[in-house]
């Protein structure tokens, strides 16, 4: 294994971090000429550690780096992290990878593939596959992006790495808040964008009770435009609002309480390739909704020798996906006939509860440990329909079936109406995990962990109307027999976690680790074999992997440049591949290895006392260890395959230069580069679903004035218009204008005011 990584270091390159790496600490008076230091709570121990003394591959974004540009979604996290993508359809419509560790893109309905990122706000899981919540108001203190299998210590969701957005906490002795207003115009199909944010913070007894209350409320334009109306499709309204409280009771005890709630309704990002750029034809408005209320009671209580801290979470969300589906259902049904409009709808409603206990040591001394217990409960009702106007009427004539009636002879929810079906999901896990380290001669930590898991999920499927059931209603046999199909799914086992660190100097950290990385099977949608001639299996089982990386994180001339450097090796086995069928529908198999094998280089220079200048950049090289054997030929691949969603190559690089004025008043000067190489869609080009998400590159930049109490900006961002198409659905039946092209928003130029108080 050693010698597979070494080799990686041929593949070493100049990197960059739109972000800030912290390093040690130095004298005050030295401070502006160095890069500032930043401290992390990634490892979940007692106290906040020093991000260059921290042994893994890991970024800390902070959020004025993406607000200065008028960003702040997760897509322009991803941006900013080595080894980080994602793919986006629309508002919540996402998926998140690292580190070459993917296989299939986003499926809104698809209930059992379960993440590969987990996405946490401070000790709140909040991931969903292919739908991430995107939360612009939670006044963030600082994200961090933790690249390798995390889970030892955040669990099976893990498998890839994890994105921690950490809030910043109320004060009890002061009152202040902040307002800001921001403005912009987007090119092409776009038109004006703006939002409103403000947040208040108030001291409701001091030193003991701090609220903090957070409201957003933005509305963005679209960019693609349907040309049989003339309208946007992809406009979106986000609202959002967030009321965090602390108490501190105590010198040892600290509560805090938050409620989160997120109203996003918007359109799909998505173009015809055979059209006009940023072009469709929908016959339906295709619209997407999403509301979310996230609460929270952290506790954290300062014993003798060690600290409880017990985080409850309980997540409530609802989803609403609605798509144009005119070319399948002629396709499918009335093949050779006029466009029938077809809308096909997905209702999702999700509640979650997580209770996790863990128990930090504070005893000063050579072994610090964590222990802890995680319980979750989850349950997700799915309701799918296809309402479609004049179909009964249409497929009486068609088919010679006089009278036809969806709702009477194939049992839909309605007339009129393809295909209906429910989904339920309940889930249940608890796992016990523990991780300690043990310092020898001030300079050696040796680590060593494990998470000790248990899962099950029922799950429960009813398919009818035409397209749902098995066998469909024929005139001589009037009724159709519903898909019916309940399920149980389960796993238990073990993650272990193995790190050594040795401390060269206080400004040089080599390390090693070796994790493992599991992810839950589920259960499939059972496949109408009628209609599909294939026999899909009933459920599918887990997928694992063995991460190995080595690293070192090293400052230089007196802290004013920072390089760290990792090299990884993952082997990922019983691979959980998506198999689309002809006929549209889908499951899921274990099939075949993966190796995923790279560089990652994150560098800060301090050119001057108010200059700076970043780099990062990550090669992966991500194929397939042995062939991809599927009951379709199309869609096996051969061992050497390039796995889907996974560009090799990603780079960026940052300025930033403040030039100060009379009277504290300054002004800020700052620009991003960030490039991502192509990548494809599946693995075999011979795959249904195969075609190349070409490279791109955006160009942001901002000039700022600040001045006492208030700043003014201007930015602009995708100034080259070089980042286009962000995902490809191939066209499933050759009726439709092309393939379908998910867009990134086109160049956007604007102003924002802001006004602390």
Same mark, same amino acid.
């Not at 947040?199 to 030193?207: C, L, Q, S």
């Given at each position: ?12 390159? *100049? ?15 030295? /401070? ?109 203190? #600082? ?326 059931? &098995? ?123 993966? #190796? ?61 230069? &403040? ?89 956007? *130029? ?5 006004? /602390?108080?």
């Amino acid at each position: 294994m050693g010698n597979k990584l070494m080799g990686l270091s041929a593949l070493a390159m *100049v990197s960059t971090s739109a972000i800030v790496s912290g390093q040690t600490q130095t004298p005050a008076t030295d /401070r502006a000429d160095q890069i500032e230091r930043i401290e992390v709570t990634a490892s979940r121990s007692a106290r906040a550690e020093e991000i260059q003394q921290v042994p893994m591959a890991l970024t800390a974004i902070k959020p004025e780096s993406l607000a200065k540009f008028g960003l702040s979604g997760l897509a322009d996290i991803a941006r900013l992290a080595p080894s980080v993508d994602m793919q986006e359809q629309g508002p919540g419509v996402n998926n998140i990878t690292m580190r070459g560790l993917v296989v299939r893109g986003i499926t809104p309905s698809e209930i059992a593939d379960a993440s590969l990122v987990a996405v946490y706000v401070d000790d709140m899981p909040v991931t969903l596959k292919s739908g991430n919540p995107d939360l612009k108001v939670l006044d963030l203190e #600082r994200i961090e992006v933790l690249r390798g299998p995390q889970g030892t210590l955040y669990g099976a969701g893990a498998m890839a790495g994890t994105i921690r957005q950490i809030t910043q906490k109320p004060d009890a002795d002061s009152m202040f808040g902040s307002f800001e207003a921001v403005g912009s115009s987007t090119s092409g199909n776009g038109g004006a964008n703006g939002n409103l944010r403000g947040m208040v913070n108030i001291p409701v007894k001091e030193g003991v009770l701090g609220l903090r209350v957070t409201g957003y409320t933005g509305e963005d334009s679209g960019y693609v435009k349907n040309i049989l109306n003339g309208k946007r499709t992809n406009d979106t309204r986000t609202d959002q609002g967030r009321v965090a409280m602390r108490l501190q009771a105590s010198s040892d005890l600290t509560v805090d309480a938050s409620i989160t709630a997120s109203s996003m309704s918007g359109g799909l990002n998505g173009a015809f390739s055979g059209l006009a750029p940023f072009t469709t034809s929908a016959m339906t408005e295709q619209r997407t909704k999403d509301d979310m209320q996230l609460y929270n009671l952290a506790v954290n209580y300062k014993m003798a020798k060690a600290e409880l801290v017990s985080s409850t979470t309980f997540v409530h969300r609802k989803t609403l996906y609605r798509k144009s589906d005119e070319y399948n259902t002629t396709a499918f049904i009335f093949p050779g006939q006029s466009l029938i409009q077809a809308d096909y709808t997905i209702a999702n409603k999700l509640q979650d509860f997580a209770q996790e206990f863990r128990l930090n040591s504070t005893e000063a001394g050579p072994l610090k440990w964590t222990a802890g217990l995680f319980l979750e409960s989850g349950k997700r009702d799915f309701w799918e329909d296809e309402p479609t106007p004049g179909m009964d009427a249409r497929y009486a004539d068609a088919y010679g079936f006089p009278g036809y009636s969806s709702l009477v002879n194939d049992l839909a929810f309605n007339k009129d109406d393809q295909f209906s079906g429910t989904q339920e999901s309940r889930s249940r896990q608890a796992a016990l995990f523990a991780e300690a380290t043990y310092t020898l001669w001030d300079k050696l930590d040796l680590t060593a962990g494990v998470r000790l898991f248990t899962q099950s999920e029922d799950f429960k499927l009813r398919f009818t109307g035409y397209y749902g059931n &098995t066998p469909a209603a024929t005139v001589d046999a009037p009724v159709g027999t519903p898909n019916v199909v309940s399920s149980k799914a389960s796993a238990r086992g073990g993650n272990p976690r193995f790190a050594a660190a040795y401390h060269l100097a206080p400004e040089h950290l080599l390390y090693a680790q070796a994790g493992k990385g599991f992810r839950y099977g589920g259960n499939n949608q059972p496949v109408p074999e009628t209609l599909c001639g294939i026999q899909a299996p009933a459920s599918f089982g887990p997928d694992q992997l063995w991460s190995y990386e080595l690293g070192s994180k090293n400052t230089f001339l007196n802290q004013r440049v920072s390089l760290n450097v990792a090299a990884f090796l993952i082997d990922w086995e019983k691979v959980q591949v998506a198999n689309y069928l002809p006929c549209s529908y889908y499951y899921t198999q274990n099939a075949g290895k993966i #190796r995923s094998q790279g560089l990652e280089i994150e560098s800060m220079v301090k050119l001057a006392r108010r200059m700076s200048l970043g780099f990062n950049a990550a090669y992966t090289d991500a194929k397939a260890r042995t062939a991809i054997v599927t009951p379709l030929e199309a869609q096996s691949a051969p061992a050497g395959t390039r796995t889907p969603y996974a560009p090799r190559l990603t780079a960026s690089l940052s300025f930033n230069y &403040t030039v100060p004025l009379a009277d504290s008043d300054e002004v800020g000067i700052a620009a991003t580069y960030s490039y991502r190489g192509n990548s494809y869609t599946d693995f075999a080009p011979t795959g249904s679903n195969y075609a190349e998400i070409p490279s791109s590159s955006m160009l942001n930049a901002a000039l700022s004035y600040k001045s006492g109490k208030y700043e003014f900006g201007l930015f602009g961002t995708n100034l080259s218009n070089r980042t286009r198409v962000v995902d490809v659905t191939r066209d499933p039946n050759g009726l439709q204008p092309g393939d379908t092209i998910y867009m990134a928003r086109p160049r956007t *130029v604007g102003v924002r005011v802001k006004a /602390r108080f």
